[in-house]
Structure formats: C-alpha cells, structure tokens
C-alpha cells in the first residue's frame, strides 16, 4: 500500500503572536517600539526625506545666502533655485527646509511656513495631493496661508513672505 503524504496548509501566524512567541515580556517589547526597533512593514505611509539645510560657509556654494535663523534678527534669505540643494523647489509638490522653515512649491505658488508644530514641536511636510502641510508626529493639518487645517495644533504657524525674481527665491518675515 502506497502512503499518502499528508498535506497541510502552511501556519499563518500575525505580528503579535509572533512576537509574542519569542518569549519578550510586554515591557521589552515596548521599549523595542518605543526605541523605533519595531515599525510597521509597510513603507506606504512613511512620509518624503526631509532635506537638511546646507552650513553657510562650508567652503562650496550652498545655494543659501542671508539669515535663516530668528534668534541672530529679522528672517530674510534667498535661495538659488539653480542651486542642487534648492533645485527641487522648480517642481510642484517637493518641498526643502531651512533652517525652522518649510519652502514648498505648492499648486500655485512658493510657500514658505515656520517649520515647527503648534502642538508638539514635529516637522511639517508639504503634500501634493492635499495642498497642505501635515505634522509629522500627530499629523495635524495645516493649509497654505498657516491656520489650522485639522488638530491637535490649535493655533496658526508663522508665514513668510516669498518673491521669485529669476532663479531667485526670496523669503522675509
């Protein structure tokens, strides 16, 4: 008599019980997610890169000329958009910061908004598809002129005041 190989369907176990498997206590496991260990597998909500602002006076051009910073005066700097630390701004949808300040080339013009949420200090990111800006730590909303979109945040970030001339962005307080 021939046997017959038995056949089983393969165990499907999900995230959970998998770690919960590994024998780590609920504290270690939260020190692991709190620690950025564990994240989810999907890359689908993960937001753009974040752009650093180039060091004025690395020796090479960084594109950036003036103050960007509020604690040293007045804000008010230009930007070479020829510049590859700023050319991303001659497409619509990308965005770069400066210092604690978000430039995006928005759906109908440059927008530059203090880069620091009301609520918890996160980092905005200018969405495309939304016309926006979103915090990166609650996902609070912001639209293009500073107000509050939807919370947490309850209270406006700062605008800049912006003027294209050429390859030139300028932006003042």
């Known amino acids: 008599m021939q046997s017959e190989s038995l056949k089983t369907a393969p165990t499907v176990v999900n ?53 960007i910073d509020k604690s040293k005066g007045v804000i008010d700097f230009t930007l070479d958009l020829t510049n590859t630390n700023y ?47 979103e915090c990166n730590v609650h996902q609070g909303q912001f639209n293009l002129d500073g107000t509050v979109k939807k919370g947490p945040p309850t209270k406006a970030v700062g605008v800049f005041k912006t003027a294209l001339t050429g390859n030139n962005l300028r932006v003042t307080a």
């Open 15 to 67: 995230r959970a019980e998998f770690l919960r498997n590994l024998g780590l206590s609920t504290s270690a496991l939260m020190a692991l997610y709190c620690m950025g260990t564990l994240t989810s597998c999907s890359k689908a909500d993960d937001p753009a890169p974040l752009t650093p602002t180039p060091t004025p006076g690395s020796g090479t051009s960084t594109g950036l000329t003036g103050n």
């Open 87 to 133: 050319s991303r701004l001659k497409t619509e949808g990308e965005f770069v910061q400066v210092g604690e300040i978000v430039v995006a080339n928005t759906k109908d013009t440059l927008v530059a908004l203090t880069n620091v949420c009301t609520h918890q200090s996160g980092q905005l990111q200018y969405r495309k598809a939304t016309n926006d800006f």
